[in-house]
């Protein structure tokens, strides 16, 4: 089956520090995979997206990279900020029409 | 262009008691999603419609929950009765088509059962 599986968090960094989030995948066939971030009280927002493999999404300075051999979609930032602090959700959309499956989320807080 | 429109924002109800939320999608969107977002945890596919039909609805508790949309534009969901596990973030989405694209959310309802 499908599913998505996401580090576990919090994830705790200083502002101006790297980032990453792990995100990993089991499809069939070929997925669009997706970042989406939840801001506090806020509904979930799409960050970015890559349709095929070696396709790289970026938004707001965030990257990630469909890497199919490895079946990932690790989401990076060189420098982040206080107001990245967030819920950051992987997903991936199936080639079969169904609905958006999503990993478990991971929490990152940024102090200044 | 407007986002997914949801409301309430937020409901309190006793057990037992039943519940309804709205959802009106993006225009011209023929997707709609109806997630359940329980704390610390992913949103659940509950229901997807395309256009007024199911598409999958699998994961739906169908004993006490059930969803419609008529017309193929707004939706609703309703709860009856509700029980405390059901205290959780429904989220509408919606998107233009099915399958390898990206879906658009409203702000959610939270709802908490007492």
């Known amino acids: 089956g499908n599913s998505v599986t996401q580090m576990e968090g919090p994830v705790t960094l200083s502002e101006e520090a790297f980032l990453t989030i792990n995100c990993t995948y089991t499809?069939?066939?070929?997925?669009?995979l997706f970042w989406y971030v939840q801001y506090p009280g806020e509904g979930l927002q799409l960050l970015l997206k890559?349709?095929?493999?070696?396709d790289k999404g970026s938004n707001k300075g965030f990257e990630a990279t469909y890497r199919k051999e490895t079946t990932s979609f690790h989401l990076e930032k060189g420098s982040v900020q206080v107001s990245d602090s967030a819920v950051y959700f992987c997903?991936?959309?199936?080639?079969?029409?169904?609905?958006?499956?999503f990993g478990k989320g991971t929490t990152l807080s940024v102090s200044s | 262009e407007a986002g997914v429109a949801q409301s309430p924002r937020y409901k309190i109800i006793e057990k037992r008691q039943s519940v309804a939320f709205w959802c009106n999608p993006i225009?011209?969107?023929?997707?709609l999603y109806w997630y359940q977002q329980i704390l610390g945890q992913g949103p659940k596919l509950l229901i997807q419609?395309?256009?007024?039909?199911?598409?999958?609805d699998s994961q739906l508790p169908k004993d006490r929950f059930s969803a419609e949309r008529l017309k193929g534009v707004d939706s609703t969901l309703k709860i009856q009765p509700a029980k405390l596990e059901d205290s959780a973030v429904y989220l509408c989405?919606?998107?233009?088509?099915?399958?390898?694209?990206?879906?658009?959310f409203g702000q959610g309802t939270r709802l908490t059962v007492v």
């Open positions: 225009s011209g969107h023929a997707t």
């Open positions: 989405a919606s998107s233009l088509a099915q399958g390898r694209t990206e879906a658009f």
């Open positions: 890559a349709t095929k493999a070696d």
């Open positions: 419609f395309q256009n007024n039909g199911v598409v999958d």
């Open positions: 997903a991936l959309s199936p080639p079969a029409g169904t609905a958006l499956i």
């Open positions: 499809a069939t066939g070929y997925p669009s």
